[in-house]
């Protein structure tokens, strides 16, 4: 007896395929803005964002998606944490790109699914099997590695992964969808956000009314465009296609951000540096076949 292979559903591969693609693609929109502050970009990132993303909402459901989080006290505080961590990711990650550590910047989501994997250890107590704990180890010598040939740790990818790891973790606890979750980020950060804005524009690094270019302008609106088209095209895309799928897919934007760190913005990356992302795509390999292997396994 035959087994028939399940269809992919071509637009849920296409619209994953297409937000990580974005989002490798990242640095060089933000490298456009170099001549802007980073805190400047990333609070005009999240007003113009969160227009879009709450309007789209409220045009989709009106106040629905408000009123399902709001009788959820547990899911109002922790969103609002979740709000600060991707805050925090995204300033850093912008400030990484504009000041030469695109490379760096790479190795953060590189290892981001291993940090997943060890806060599942230590939060949800979650069990590891050998092949996993043979590949976090070897992406710990990996970082290590790393450390000691630059002299110092790779602050920023342990920083971008820590960031993304603990905000999945938490919106993982709570029971919203990805959309609506992000909607009510946009709530917290936007006032926030809209007062950095204003402070900019009275003379604290701020010119968006005038002293940058029209060019300038559109782009840090557009920003906002920027962040939530490739958020709404993989929370649908997700939710239609497998997750393993999904989980190989995801290699997609730090490869391309490791290629535009060094074929494009020309960051060093000598036999040394290439050592230590060697065994972290060691790692990442024995994560992926195991992964695999088990999914076979219960299929």
Same mark, same amino acid.
């Given at each position: 007896? =035959? ?18 693609? #974005? ?14 502050? =980073? ?6 990132? +999240? ?23 709001? #009788? ?10 979740? &709000? #600060?961590?991707? &805050? ?7 400030? &990484?790109?504009?000041? !030469?550590?695109?490379? $760096? ?9 291993? +940090? ?9 107590? $979650? ?37 993304? !790891? ?18 009510? $980020? &946009? ?12 402070? !900019? ?14 060019? *300038? ?9 920027? *962040? ?9 895309? #997700?939710?239609?296609?497998?997750? =393993? ?21 020309? $960051? ?30 219960? !299929?």
């Amino acid at each position: 007896m =035959s087994v028939v292979a399940p269809v992919l559903d071509r637009r849920g591969v296409a619209a994953t395929v297409g937000a990580f693609v #974005v989002w490798g693609l990242f640095p060089l929109y933000w490298r456009l803005l170099q001549h802007v502050p =980073s805190l400047q970009i990333i609070a005009h990132r +999240v007003v113009w964002s969160a227009v879009l993303v709450v309007g789209w909402l409220c045009l989709r459901e009106r106040g629905a998606w408000l009123r399902r989080i709001a #009788v959820q006290p547990r899911a109002r505080v922790t969103l609002a944490l979740t &709000s #600060v961590l991707i &805050s925090c990711n995204w300033g850093l990650y912008i400030w &990484s790109v504009n000041n !030469g550590h695109v490379v $760096e910047a790479s190795l953060g989501y590189f290892i981001n699914p291993l +940090v997943n994997v060890l806060l599942g250890v230590v939060v949800l107590r $979650e069990r590891l099997t050998r092949p996993q704990w043979i590949a976090v180890a070897v992406a710990a010598a990996g970082v290590a590695w790393l450390t000691w040939q630059a002299g110092r740790a790779p602050w920023i990818a342990l920083g971008l992964a820590l960031s993304f !790891g603990a905000y999945g973790l938490l919106r993982k606890l709570v029971q919203v969808d990805a959309v609506s979750g992000l909607g009510m $980020e &946009s709530v917290y950060l936007f006032a926030p956000a809209l007062a950095l804005v204003a402070w !900019g524009e009275a003379g604290h690094g701020g010119a968006f009314v005038h002293g940058w270019s029209l060019g *300038t302008d559109v782009l840090l609106v557009l920003a906002g465009a920027v *962040t939530a088209v490739p958020l709404l095209g993989f929370a649908y895309g #997700v939710r239609r296609i497998p997750l =393993s799928l999904v989980g190989l897919l995801q290699y997609i934007a730090p490869t391309l951000q490791l290629l535009l760190g060094v074929v494009v913005f020309g $960051e060093p990356f000598g036999p040394e540096r290439a050592l230590g992302f060697v065994l972290i795509w060691a790692a990442l390999a024995i994560f992926v076949g195991d992964s695999l292997w088990r999914g076979r396994r219960r !299929g």
